[in-house]
């Protein structure tokens, strides 16, 4: 019976996220869900203020991450990359097609996978409508990327940070189980890409005059050297990375007010306040779940479904985890695996195995269908109000084409650096 309840609440909870019923934002409905969650008792009261007190760090690299983002755009740093990127090409699209590829996976790589699609999106849409250049293939490589390259550090994916947070890795063990799968699953993207897009990218375009140097740009470029830098250094030290995000925000943000370039209204404004509602709602929910026994058997059908293969384990749990993201979300899928793995009597190698296969199917698996993070939710949005109308058949033909084969690539990557065991 609490099962049935714990599931309801969860269908009921992600069908109103998706769905957004008269512009119900994803935070508001994931918290009535986590309200849901409390008054049915499927949480008490105090465990969920401890749940959420506990989860502080996830909290503020959100912040953090989101704030970053705003204050280097603020800071013309954005701009500047853009307009590098148009020159490295030197007039030909194909190389600039390159040079977004290469500036979104070093974005999405050091400053989160949001940041990279959220931000870098309407910087080149802007920028490839302005050389009179077809902007799909080119929105599509800022929102792809994104995820794909969230797998190369902690720091690349939001999602990282919850799942190490909770298993307590450190930057070696990351880097040693994901540098292939992460290094196959870019290859892969770009590769087919430029395969897809080919067509598209045969032309050339005039040279775009260069940007306004803006006082703040080389003050504010230092600073987020310094902060990718501390980033590293956290992940290897298992620091917190939240604290890391936020005081790299606030020493942009004194930057900026020092020159008196700090634009407070547009800070506030760019930060999507809903997710903090949807995270907490989230946790709640989930937790439910678990509570409720549903996570754990879900744990227990994914060991059935790999048997004692060491190969089958990462496969059914990437697979799993990427079907589970499009279904529900990729981050509430990694709230249920973070809960289903403890439950699971494995020892420590297969714990490992499910944990990186775990990152690996959310960060990828969102490339699928739209449905998959909140982050191509909102790059959709953007796209349509610009009068771009990418529909879910539209994102769905290029996903069925490349998820599949990086998340073969990227099993096989991993089930190599692990062991390489059958």
Known sequence: MRAVEAITVAVATLGLVVTRPRGLNEGVAALLGGGLTLALGLVSLQAGVQLELSSWNIFLFFLGMMA?????DQSGVFD???FLAARFARGRAALLYGAVFLVGGIISLLFANDSAALVLTPIVYALVVRLALDPLPFVFATTF??????????VSNPLNVIVIDKFHLGLVSYVSYLWLPALIAVVINVAAFYLIFHRSLGRRFARMPQPEMRPGLRSSMTVLAVVAAAYLVASALVFSLGVVAVAG?????????????????RLLREISWPIFGF?????LVVRGLGNAGVTGALGHALVRT?????????????????????LINNLPMALVMTNTVPSLHVNASTRLDLVYSTILGADLGPNLTHLGSLATFIWLFFLR???M???AWDYFRIGIVVTPIMLVGAILGLWLTSGGTL
């Open 389 to 391: 109308d990418i529909s």
């Open 249 to 265: 925000a606030a020493a942009l943000t004194i930057n900026l007010r020092r020159l008196g370039m700090l634009d407070v209204r």
């Open 145 to 154: 990327i994104a995820d794909t390259a969230s797998v190369g550090l902690p």
């Open 68 to 72: 970053l983002a705003a204050l280097s």
């Open 80 to 82: 500047l990359v853009a």
């Open 306 to 326: 790999a048997g004692s293969s060491h190969l089958a384990t990462i496969g059914a749990t990437v697979v799993g985890t990427a079907i589970g993201s499009n």
């Open 385 to 387: 109000r610009q009068g």
């Open 279 to 283: 995270i907490g709602g989230m946790l």
